[in-house]
């Protein structure tokens, strides 16, 4: 008598839990992967927000990195290491090689569709590349969202919206 794979995962779900936790505790790079792979409907089932954001807007996985050796090569060849996230530099491409670099995870969050791109020293840039700049000169006097609001909403220029505290009046326009 054969068993299907559902039986034998129900069987057997404790027991793959905690064999993939382990694998995932051992290689953080198989847990990105596997991330990867569901969001973009590769693997297992993408959550509705997954579908929307990725699937529905053609962001695919090339094929090389459908195999987790290849992946896994590929990132520890060019830059990896704990702590750090993949991150997609233009987010209207998939994941490919050319596309891919690994960032900390403040940067990774400055990297989204939504986060305003502007031109600073006459290179396109996102703002929240330009705020890092400024909090290392130790220039930023508000939160990365305020300067997001004001650049975004109030249109202020770039300086202006890191460098004057909250609550102060802005002199210029």
Known sequence: ????????????KEKLAEYYK???????LYATWQQMLIRTGHKGV???????NYIDRGIDVCDAWTNYREFESWCLSHGWKQGLQLD??????????????FVT??????????SPKI?????????????????????????????SNRVKRLKW???DAITIP???KRTNK
Request: aromatic content about 10%; charged content about 25%; some cysteine.
């Open 105 to 114: 995870p403040a940067q990774n969050q400055h990297n989204k569709r939504d």
């Open 88 to 101: 997609r530099i233009n987010n209207d491409v998939g994941y490919e090689p050319d596309n891919c670099r």
């Open 119 to 147: 031109v600073y020293n006459g290179e396109m840039t996102l703002l929240g590349d330009v705020y890092d700049i400024f909090v290392k000169n130790d220039m930023a006097k508000v939160p990365y969202q305020t300067a």
């Open 46 to 52: 993408p959550k509705p927000h997954d579908i929307k």
């Open 1 to 12: 008598m054969s068993i299907s794979c559902k039986e034998y995962y129900q069987a057997h």
């Open 22 to 28: 382990a694998r995932r505790q051992k290689a953080p």
């Open 157 to 159: 220029n770039v300086y």
């Open 166 to 168: 909250s609550g102060v």
